[in-house]
T-cell receptor
Framework: EAQVTQNPRYLITVTGKKLTVTCSQN?????MSWYRQDPGLGLRQIYY???????DKGDVPEGYKVSRKEKRNFPLILESPSPNQTSLYFC??????????????FGSGTRLTVV | EDKVVQSPLSLVVHEGDTVTLNCSYE??????LLWYKQEKKAPTFLFML????IEKKSGRLSSILDKKELFSILNITATQTGDSAVYLC??????????????FGPGTSLSVIP
């Protein structure tokens, strides 16, 4: 089954404790992206990747890192999480030609709480 | 600054009602407008609109784009409880070479009560 797998689904952590949210897709998609969703603000792009070793900042990259060493994986790293990073996170992937949103496959989401 | 605005932000209707959700946008380098449905999990794609005045239809849902007035509407007729969800409007824009992006609105939360 074609899918984007995010782990974990839920995470409660403490301020300053480094964490990684994993994202893996099995569709050989070139394009991958991370979003955070907050009430009243919709989804905002954190980072995106056009292909292996090609990543760039989205609209809200502060406090986050990503890497794209393999085509299928695009982990999101929070080196020193803070409470303002409490949010619902989505990973999405698509073919490069479909990155206009209509071809997105979203992961199931990770609900992160930083206390 | 590029932005997408949706109204209303929340709506409660009775089964069988018809609803209209609104989306307006102010962006540079517009490429397309998208509608998604989100039911407590990941958004699922509904429509992509690129041309003004051409209605897209899928069952009881339909949508149309007005590129002159910079807005779109999503209509749902004969609503059912299964239509309860957050409806997201998004706009795909060109930013620079090798970078274009999708900007999402805040969403309209629709609740359909029996």
């Amino acid at each position: 089954e074609a899918q984007v797998t995010q782990n974990p689904r839920y995470l409660i952590t403490v301020t300053g404790k480094k964490l990684t949210v994993t994202c893996s897709q099995n569709m050989n998609h070139e394009y991958m992206s991370w979003y955070r969703q907050d009430p009243g603000l919709g989804l905002r792009q954190i980072y995106y990747s056009m292909n292996v070793e090609v990543t760039d900042k989205g609209d809200v990259p502060e406090g986050y890192k990503v890497s794209r060493k393999e085509k299928r994986n695009f982990p999101l790293i929070l080196e020193s999480p803070s409470p303002n990073q409490t949010s619902l996170y989505f990973c999405a992937s698509s073919r490069a030609s479909d990155r206009g949103g209509h071809g997105y496959t979203f992961g199931s989401g990770t609900r992160l709480t930083v206390v | 600054e590029d932005k997408v605005v949706q109204s209303p932000l929340s709506l409660v209707v009775h089964e069988g009602d018809t609803v209209t959700l609104n989306c307006s946008y102010e962006v540079t380098n517009f490429r397309s407008l998208l509608w998604y449905k989100q039911e407590k999990k990941a958004p699922t794609f509904l429509f992509m609109l690129t041309s003004s005045g051409i209605e897209k239809k899928s069952g009881r849902l339909s949508s149309i784009l007005d590129k002159k007035e910079l807005f779109s509407i999503l209509n749902i007729t004969a609503t059912q409880t299964g239509d309860s969800a957050v409806y997201l409007c998004a706009v795909f824009i060109y930013v620079k070479t090798s970078y274009d992006k999708v900007i999402f609105g805040p969403g309209t939360s629709l609740s359909v009560i029996p």
